[in-house]
């Protein structure tokens, strides 16, 4: 039987370590919990941009569809816990939004890019361990279930780079971009003792 191959977004400096993977499929009670966080924060977070920059057609446009989209996976990921008897909870976040966000600049308009840049970054991230566990989960259904959420964490991505483009010179884009990808790497070096999709 061939592996199945995990499609990653080449924007990212370091692929997901092996320990990653043993933590959350040891724990996948915890990542179903930690992901429903994940869901409602990518809500806000595409709310946010609508509220801080209000003229920016294009960008509010795209972001209504996206915040939609995290809200319907939110709940999707709520109906597992559901299922699981999972009770929604909160949960310590692990340093890595937290990383990213004090590695973007506060003047503007270089906030605006970063901005757009590190939330970019996190649905690459979330492309790619979505795809671990459709890969490694040992429960087919669950399995499933994440491999059906890659495609829109990959789109997603696309959506905030694209976004950056639009108001933002392609170089400079490219050039912070890569810039902001070496301190996400940097985040997740070392493991994080709690099972997390970013940690």
Known sequence: MLTPVLSTINVLKQTTSEAWIEQAIANLDIILLDHSHCERKAAG?????????P??????RE???????????????????????????PLPP????AGLKAAARTNEPERFLDSLLVTGLIEARSHERLGLLAIHCP???????????????ARHFGTYWVLAATYFDREIVSQRLDELAIVESELLENLHPEPRIHS
């Open 94 to 97: 692990p340093p890595y939004g």
């Open 139 to 153: 429960e087919p259904e669950l399995a499933k279930f994440y491999k059906g959420l890659m495609a829109s964490e």
């Open 55 to 60: 003229s920016n057609t294009k960008m509010v």
């Open 63 to 89: 972001l209504t569809a996206i915040a939609r989209e995290e809200l319907e996976h939110f709940e999707l990921v709520n109906q597992w816990l559901e299922r699981r008897n999972i009770p929604l909870a």
């Open 45 to 53: 977070v595409a709310l946010n941009f609508m509220f801080r920059y």
